[in-house]
């Protein structure tokens, strides 16, 4: 061991190398002030960001093992104070919804609740456990009234969040899914019929997989992908194949964005797509789509066009009532023509065919409601990219930092500044010290960073 703490161990490590911190900051792709807290305020890392650095600087796995250290010890102290595991929420949560477990008491609620609210809003592992708890504690009330809704209502609350997702802040967002997600379970627990049982199912899986993607939007990719396992096991137990189908190709889109090996989302997408057949063209589009982005970030061609040309032929026969149910506001259930405009723009965008990506961005533009910020972000950003791409480097630098610059905070979510990151990296080496392109990675390194 290099030092007895991860700040330590990674001053030690970094010194030894010759790196500022910026510069290993720079090699880990993780914002310098991090590296500058990590070791001078002892901050505790995530966890993908104490691999990120452990793998940038060779460590072999000892700066990995200092960080999950620092966590039990953060988990341990907590148990201390409440009977349950940090992460029996999730265990109980699946127990419950697929009818494996028996009746929980009131007080056993209400210790999942105050644990889940940990889980969910971060805030109640810090030094002011006894006042998130009892906030969350407050809100027991609203979400046993939600357990009585019926299964109309519950998909109701769906479609609202189907909105939400776009146009509310991730931690604002996260504490109502909290509290609607503990309520099916109580629900789930009480349902009258296996029918009944497996619609909850279905809205419980969409719920799993919205905490997914809000996790991941603010930086927390560890439980993110507890939360994709917890959705697809709930999908799958409903029988519905086109909440399977949904969560499946929600879970490939973001998992390009969610440090996942391409192959790794190659080979979920391919897994998927055996279900295509038994599922709405909605759902198909979705998963196809999904395929089609991976497929050409691997650089797999004419695999990526076809797939791209499958998804086109699949929106055309997607009836008018599921794409114009709401025209002036974005939902993350509803597919659209702006979403195959998107997926047009990231698969040309990757492939290098610069002229069709730019036709598909102006198309995808004039397709967004005009109260929608994030899915105009990252067309603009994949305009930068291939700025970049066509030899401007400067110019798609100073046009990503501007589309950054001028997106709402709440909307600087991961899919939206990796985008950021990547049109950074397509730079060429010489061109990153100096000009637009050193301030782009000054700005993303200083004020839009999305590690927690």
Not at 199 to 213: G, P, Q
Not at 407 to 431: F, M
Request: glycine share 8%; hydrophobic share 40%.
């Amino acid at each position: 061991m290099t030092g007895d703490t991860f700040g330590e161990a990674l001053r030690a490590r970094r010194a030894a190398q010759g790196l500022t911190q910026r510069a290993l900051a720079k090699l880990a792709f993780i914002a310098a002030s991090r590296v500058n807290e990590y070791e001078g305020k002892g901050l505790r890392p995530t966890i993908d960001n104490a691999k990120a650095l452990d793998d940038a600087l060779g460590a072999g796995g000892e700066l990995l093992t200092l960080a999950e250290r620092m966590h039990e010890d953060r988990r341990l102290r907590v148990v201390s104070t409440v009977p349950f595991n940090v992460y029996s929420y999730a265990a109980l949560s699946q127990t419950l919804l697929t009818g494996n477990g028996g009746e929980g008491s009131p007080v056993d609620r209400r210790q999942v609740l105050a644990l889940g609210g940990a889980v969910a809003g971060f805030g109640a592992l810090a030094p002011g456990l006894g006042m998130e708890t009892a906030r969350h504690s407050l809100n027991l009330a609203l979400a046993e009234d939600r357990a009585r809704a019926g299964t109309d209502e519950w998909h109701e609350i769906i479609r609202d969040y189907g909105y939400d997702y776009f146009s509310q802040a991730p931690a604002d967002l996260l504490d109502s899914l909290w509290i609607d997600n503990f309520g099916i379970q109580v629900a789930a627990q009480n349902a009258g019929s296996d029918t009944e049982r497996n619609e909850l199912r279905r809205v419980a899986a969409t719920l799993a997989a919205l905490i997914a993607m809000t996790m991941a939007n603010l930086a927390n990719l560890t439980e993110s992908r507890r939360w994709w396992r917890t959705a697809r096991t709930l999908a799958e137990a409903s029988g519905n194949v086109d909440t399977e189908l949904w969560v499946r190709g929600r879970q490939i889109i973001r998992a390009l964005y969610e440090q996942r090996p391409v192959d790794a989302i190659i080979r979920l997408a391919d897994e998927s797509m055996a279900l295509a057949s038994h599922g709405s063209p909605q759902a198909v589009t979705e998963l196809t789509s999904g395929r089609a982005q991976a497929l050409a970030l691997a650089g797999r061609h004419d695999e990526a066009l076809s797939a791209l040309a499958t998804a086109e032929s699949l929106m055309h026969t997607l009836p008018a009532d599921a794409v114009d149910e709401s025209p002036d506001r974005e939902s993350v259930l509803i597919w659209r023509e702006n979403r195959y405009r998107f997926t047009a723009s990231y698969v040309y965008s990757h492939l290098g065919m610069l002229a069709e990506a730019g036709e598909a961005q102006d198309q995808a533009l004039r397709t967004y409601s005009r109260t929608y910020h994030r899915g105009p972000a990252q067309i603009e950003l994949q305009r930068a990219l291939c700025m970049v791409r066509a030899g401007d480097a400067a110019g798609g630098a100073k046009h990503a930092q501007t589309v950054l610059n001028n997106l709402p905070r709440r909307d600087h979510i991961r899919p939206v500044v990796d985008l950021g990151y990547s049109v950074l990296h397509a730079a060429p080496r010489e061109t990153r010290s100096v000009g637009a392109v050193a301030d782009l990675d000054h700005y993303l390194n200083v004020h839009a960073a999305i590690t927690a």
